[in-house]
């Protein structure tokens, strides 16, 4: 079955989404904007609960992957190439569970998403002022992606480290992240024609303006 675009546009018309390059405050964002305006809040990777028991390897290989793994040392010591073309490959399996779970919930309330939905997808199932592109410099991107907290972040920082040689797959798995955020895909987003904010690596604290200039975009002041 088939559910054409239009449908699913009305019933993603409470649906806001974030998209971008890493380290550019999608998550902190998204955040903010919640808890502003009593958004439902759908981080990161928010449909795994769903696609890691539903997804199959005849269907969604890239989304299967991690759970397929033996060893996650696999998983880091992959060529930079392989890592960008699973990236990508699984935001687009998972767009899928990302709308589905969207419509169960966005019926009658406004919900912000940090989303891997491919910016072509998302033009076709939303509107202009319901998405945001932020993006960052690629050296931010790289560098500081182990800067955060987050669980998953240092998972993966500490299986890099039980490595044999450690430093060799901090560098591999820093080239896969290059490629990742590397120019191409940075144009792809700057030139989807959606809303963009870009942030400048100098020092400032500006989620705030960030989060005000998003909002009035959105509409939701």
């Not at 449909?47 to 991690?66: E, F, K, W």
């Not at 998972?94 to 910016?119: C, H, M, Q, Y």
């Not at 400048?200 to 975009?217: F, L, P, Q, S």
């Amino acid at each position: 079955m088939i559910i054409e675009n239009n449908i699913v546009k009305h019933y993603l018309k409470n649906v806001y989404f974030i998209t971008g390059t890493a380290y550019a405050g999608k998550s902190t964002t998204v955040k903010m904007l919640a808890d502003r305006y009593g958004m439902v809040f759908c981080g990161e990777n928010y449909h795994t609960a769903v696609s890691d028991v539903v997804a199959t390897p005849d269907i969604q290989p890239d989304l299967c992957y991690r759970k397929m793994l033996t060893d996650w040392k696999d998983f880091v010591t992959r060529s930079p190439e392989e890592y960008e073309r699973w990236i990508y490959s699984s935001g687009r399996e998972g767009a899928g569970f990302e709308v589905a779970e969207l419509i169960s919930i966005a019926r009658d309330k406004k919900v912000i998403v940090d989303t891997n939905i491919p910016v072509d997808v998302l033009k076709e199932i939303s509107e202009y002022n319901h998405v945001a592109v932020m993006l960052s410099p690629q050296s931010m991107s790289v560098e500081r992606f182990f800067d955060r907290s987050d669980p998953e972040k240092q998972f993966i920082l500490s299986v890099i480290d039980r490595c044999d040689n450690p430093e060799e797959v901090m560098d591999n798995y820093k080239r896969g992240l290059a490629l990742i955020n590397s120019q191409k895909h940075y144009d792809e987003f700057a030139n989807s024609e959606f809303f963009t904010i870009v942030r400048e690596d100098d020092g400032r604290d500006t989620r705030e303006e960030v989060c005000n200039k998003i909002a009035k975009h959105f509409g939701l002041t």
